[in-house]
Antibody
Framework: QVRLVESGGGVVQPGRSLRLSCATS????????LHWVRQAPGKGLEWVTF????????YYADSVKGRFTISRDNSKNTLYLQMNSLRPEDTAMYYC??????????WGQGTLVTVSS | SYELTQPLSVSVALGQTARITCGGN??????VHWYQQKPGQAPVLVIY???SRPSGIPERFSGSNSGNTATLTISRAQAGDEADYYC?????????FGTGTKVTVL
């Protein structure tokens, strides 16, 4: 079955960097676009970034543009999110999700990022 | 930027029908997707492309979309339907989520 597993979250100081990973299985990774979505504690869902099936197209929310970078390794079936210049407002649960014709059909269980001094 | 507005909360009696709205400018011209999120869990897709159900989602969940409002309908509401619900669209290379609605089954 389709599985997405995030890792790499933790506590980090403001201004520092963190890289999240999303390991996948159960589907042909190289055929699908992918997303990162985050949810601050007690808040709603916020889309963060998208990458096309081959990595040629990438889109970002204004709130992370220039600080976050999405990438993928189709040989490892893994999605990444490099987060630089982290701010307290980046504190959230980060989910990876598979794109299914503009819907997010499958989600991981999330990894928690806390930005605090 | 495109915005989607949902009511903060909706209450429904057990066995009755709940309707959750999602307002956006000419949303009827877009594909709307709906997600259910229970406390401590990841979101789950319950409706895609306005009115289609993924496999495993009960027929009690249905959707419609026209004009400036999309609607998720939950028929014969059950206690297990208590959750937060979010609508979502794609617009100008961004993916937009609604503000979210908490559904309470009384």
């Amino acid at each position: 079955q389709v599985r997405l597993v995030e890792s790499g979250g933790g506590v980090v100081q403001p201004g520092r960097s963190l890289r999240l990973s999303c390991a996948t299985s159960g589907f042909t990774f190289s055929n699908y676009a992918l997303h990162w979505v985050r949810q601050a504690p007690g808040k709603g869902l916020e889309w963060v970034t998208f990458i096309s099936y081959d990595g040629s197209d990438k889109y970002y929310a204004d709130s992370v543009k220039g600080r976050f970078t999405i990438s993928r390794d189709n040989s490892k079936n893994t999605l990444y999110l490099q987060m630089n210049s982290l701010r307290p407002e980046d504190t959230a649960m980060y989910y990876c999700a598979r794109d299914d014709f503009s819907s997010l059909g499958y989600w991981g269980q999330g990894t928690l990022v806390t930005v605090s001094s | 930027s495109y915005e989607l507005t949902q009511p903060l909360s909706v209450s429904v009696a057990l066995g009755q029908t709940a309707r959750i709205t999602c307002g956006g400018n000419n949303i009827g011209g877009k594909n709307v997707h709906w997600y259910q999120q229970k406390p401590g869990q990841a979101p789950v897709l319950v409706i895609y492309r306005d009115s289609s159900r993924p496999s495993g989602i009960p027929e009690r969940f249905s959707g419609s979309n026209s004009g400036n409002t999309a609607t998720l309908t939950i028929s014969r509401a059950q206690a297990g339907d208590e959750a937060d619900y979010y609508c979502q669209v794609w617009d100008s290379n961004t993916y937009v989520f609604g503000t979210g609605t908490k559904v309470t089954v009384l």
